[in-house]
């Protein structure tokens, strides 16, 4: 069975400081990942995921496959950031989302 | 763009009765999904479906139902509500399997 793992439930930066949001995940498969940001209990708002490789809001996030590992990096945290990210997997006939337990970043100022 | 749109916003029941929850997906998106989220919860995802027809299911319980319509929208049917479901609802909608996963503003619900 696919599981995700968020070991943070909060995380506190300050603003222009690197943050990482970890996340580890257990799959038999070939994986798909994705991050999600959620303010302030608005939609999930898709973010990033493993197979664009790109860069949103200067977030980005790398598969390492090694360590099942696909953690979110930015190098100066902005205030904006703070909100609740979730890291989630896709798997299943229907290829639905699992979601790991979230983490709530808060960037002071 | 147009987004998910899900109604109502906001529900509050008692315990015992029955409530609806409707998902309209974003216009030529043939899959919905709907997820639970308790307070303090990550989301967790309850069914599925593809052009109709269910295609995956979570941790849906035997009191729900759901179904997705000819003109692909969705609906998501709750009976004998227990203090438990209050939640916040989300539904979420693909083109196809596989693409990207769009999520609507989610309903909430509150059963007292």
């Known amino acids: 069975a696919q599981r995700v793992t968020q070991p943070e439930k909060l995380l506190s930066v300050f603003k222009g400081a690197p943050v990482e949001l970890k996340c580890n995940y257990s799959?038999?498969?070939?994986?798909?990942l994705f991050w999600y940001v959620q303010y302030s209990r608005q939609r999930l708002q898709l973010l990033l995921r493993?197979?664009s490789r790109e860069s949103i809001k200067g977030f980005t996030a790398d598969l390492n496959k090694g360590e099942t590992s696909f953690h979110l990096k930015k190098p100066f945290a902005q205030e904006e950031d703070s909100a609740m990210y979730y890291c989630a997997l896709r798997s299943g006939s229907a290829r639905q989302l699992t979601f790991g337990s979230g983490t709530q970043l808060t960037v002071l100022p | 763009a147009a987004g998910v749109i899900q109604s109502p916003r906001h529900l509050i029941k008692e315990k015992r009765e029955t409530a609806t929850l409707k998902c309209y997906p974003i216009p030529r998106h043939d899959t919905v999904y709907w997820y639970q989220q308790g307070p303090g919860q990550d989301p967790q995802f309850l069914i599925s479906?593809?052009?109709?027809?269910q295609s995956d299911k979570g941790s849906i319980p035997d009191r729900f139902s759901a179904q997705q319509f000819s003109d692909y929208h969705s609906e998501l049917n709750m009976s004998s509500l227990e203090l438990g479901d209050s939640a916040l609802y989300f539904c979420?909608?693909?083109w196809g399997v596989g693409n990207t996963i769009y999520f609507g503003e989610g309903s909430w619900l509150t059963v007292v």
């Open positions: 479906f593809y052009e109709k027809m």
């Open positions: 979420a909608s693909s």
């Open positions: 799959y038999s498969g070939s994986p798909e």
């Open positions: 493993h197979i």
